[in-house]
């Protein structure tokens, strides 16, 4: 049997090449300082192909500074947002988990904010003004 790929007519084929994407790129994000992020495009493969988007962002205090967080700082106050809620945690007002913002998405705006679940690092999307509530109303726990 050949371990070479024949093809990619199912999600699993994928996760074959998608694993070794991955270990490939370990090395020189370790050694650069960078963070890796892949994405696959769900439904987006074929016989003979499937689609990965690859972004590499710097890491900085153990942070990850990407195009969602230029986007945060350059436009949260447009948003009703605060720039200082960027990596600020808060208690959301909705479920009263603790949250932290970790950047925003334009493009998305019935829920632009991208914030990150304190107990498992889930990230998700909130609305505008549900952080700015939750800020406001709970404060920020840092």
């Known amino acids: 049997m050949s371990n070479k790929v024949q093809g990619f007519a199912k999600p699993s084929d994928c996760d074959r090449v998608w694993k070794a994407v991955e270990e490939g790129f370990q090395k020189v994000i370790d050694e650069a300082g960078l963070d890796l992020e892949l994405r696959r495009h769900r439904g987006k493969y074929g016989p003979t192909y499937f689609k990965v988007e690859i972004e590499f962002a710097v890491r900085g205090d153990g942070r990850v500074y990407n195009a969602d967080?230029?986007?945060?700082?350059?436009?949260?106050?447009?948003?009703?947002?605060?720039?200082?809620?960027?990596?600020?945690?808060?208690?959301?007002?909705?479920?009263?988990?603790?949250?932290?913002?970790?950047?925003?998405?334009?493009?998305?705006?019935?829920?632009?904010?991208?914030?990150?679940?304190?107990?498992?690092?889930?990230?998700?999307?909130f609305p505008a003004d549900r952080v700015a509530r939750s800020f406001e109303g709970t404060g920020s726990l840092n």
């Not at 605060?82 to 950047?103: A, H, N, P």
């Open 69 to 125: 967080t230029d986007a945060y700082e350059q436009l949260a106050t447009a948003f009703g947002l605060k720039k200082e809620w960027l990596w600020q945690e808060f208690i959301d007002v909705g479920c009263g988990e603790r949250y932290t913002v970790v950047g925003l998405r334009p493009k998305t705006p019935k829920y632009p904010v991208l914030v990150r679940r304190a107990y498992d690092n889930g990230t998700f999307r």
